[in-house]
């Protein structure tokens, strides 16, 4: 008789996990501000600069910002973003 061992791919968290449901989404980008977060891995701000472009070619007077911060982002960089914007888009890379 053989035995076999079972593994379990998933990483286990640590920590305090919060969860949330989605996030609330405008009807229009039309005249909101947009921030784009990038934690300065490669190839994450190619990414965000076409997702940037995009979103001004189709919704009208939207106002892009690039905040370039790091993993993990800095508390005081994700506070003053999420004062300035109105809706953000995240981006990784590699």
Request: glycine share 10%; net charge neutral; charged share 30%.
């Amino acid at each position: 008789m053989f035995t076999l061992e079972v593994l379990n791919p998933v990483a286990q968290s640590e920590g305090e996990i919060k969860v949330s449901g989605t996030a609330r989404r405008p009807r229009s980008l039309d005249g909101l501000t947009l921030g784009l977060l990038w934690n300065s891995k490669r190839g994450g701000e190619i990414a965000l600069v076409k997702a940037g472009e995009l979103i001004s070619n189709r919704f009208k007077d939207v106002k892009v910002i690039r905040y370039d911060g790091s993993m993990p982002c800095d508390k005081e960089l994700m506070e003053r973003a999420k004062q300035e914007c109105d809706v953000f888009i995240g981006s990784t890379g590699d």
